[in-house]
């Protein structure tokens, strides 16, 4: 994975120092006498230099997204190809780099081919920015705050429930759903979460059709539920992708906790008393 150049290198030499690696800042990658390209901690590339991600914290990565089989995985600034080589090694994911320098590109087409991944695993000479990201159900990155702040809007308009890890830098006021630590480097996690703003009326197997009211900001959520002429406010909202969750206090001072999914400009799941008691069914349309 790859790190930014101008105003960022000196930060990107903090985060190498503190990893205990040396950054040779103006080293650049180096041919072997075999003539393979040998690419070299800190080499300058296209507003980036290089820095791979220590394999314990890729596969942390991974495991964060929960990934399996079933994923395509998008590494962004793959340089060595060991993230997209690992996801289709380790967890059976097809998976894509997308990578600025041709020659990192071709080490990562070898790396591939030795690991005999090579019908798994695919390198694309892109820019990042240029990229479609929409078949992704996970993405990798180590990237600066610069650049993640830039793909942030792209990001938010991928389908709800797509994952995306970071190593080591977040992306601005957007709170990642997980934080984990690798001896001492970090990864970040986010849940790319359904639009779910604004006001929805609701369908409840009782024959009740509450108003639902919803203000979101990224996957944090608050809002209320009137019924009738009461209104109450929502505890514990929680949305995680396309999966929302909260409890209420009905009429009668009971208490219900309400699962569903959203769809776009409508939802549905199940409500069930907190204090026990019959499983119900329930609709919303925005």
Do not use: C
């Amino acid at each position: 994975m790859n790190l930014t150049l101008s105003k960022w290198t000196r930060l990107a030499v903090l985060a190498v120092m503190t990893a205990g690696l040396t950054l040779p800042i103006a080293s650049h990658g180096q041919t072997a006498k075999s003539g393979e390209f040998k690419p070299q901690v800190g080499q300058a590339g296209k507003d980036v230099i290089w820095v791979p991600t220590p394999d314990e914290l890729v596969e942390r990565m991974l495991r964060m997204a929960e990934t399996t089989a079933n994923d395509y995985v998008m590494d962004l600034g793959s340089g060595d190809g060991r993230t997209v080589i690992a996801a289709v090694k380790k967890f059976g994911a097809t998976a894509t780099g997308i990578e600025y320098n041709p020659e990192m590109v071709t080490l990562s087409q070898r790396s591939a081919q030795r690991e005999g991944v090579t019908s798994k695993a695919t390198f694309m000479k892109a820019d990042l920015f240029e990229t479609d990201l929409s078949k992704a159900s996970v993405i990798t990155m180590y990237l600066l705050p610069s650049i993640n702040a830039k793909l942030k809007p792209k990001i938010l308009g991928l389908k709800p429930g797509t994952r995306v890890v970071s190593h080591a830098f977040d992306m601005e006021d957007w709170t990642p759903d997980e934080v984990s630590t690798v001896e001492g480097r970090r990864a970040m996690l986010w849940i790319v979460p359904a639009k779910v703003n604004g006001a929805w009326r609701m369908r409840m197997g009782d024959g009740n059709e509450p108003e639902l009211t919803l203000t979101q900001r990224y996957q944090a959520l608050e809002g209320g539920i009137r019924i009738g002429r009461m209104t109450a406010g929502l505890r514990e909202p929680r949305l995680w992708g396309d999966r929302i969750s909260f409890t209420f206090m009905d009429q009668a001072g009971k208490l219900h906790a309400v699962n569903g999914r959203v769809n776009d400009d409508s939802m549905e799941g199940s409500m069930r008393p907190a204090a026990g008691g019959a499983e119900t069914r329930w609709t919303a349309r925005r």
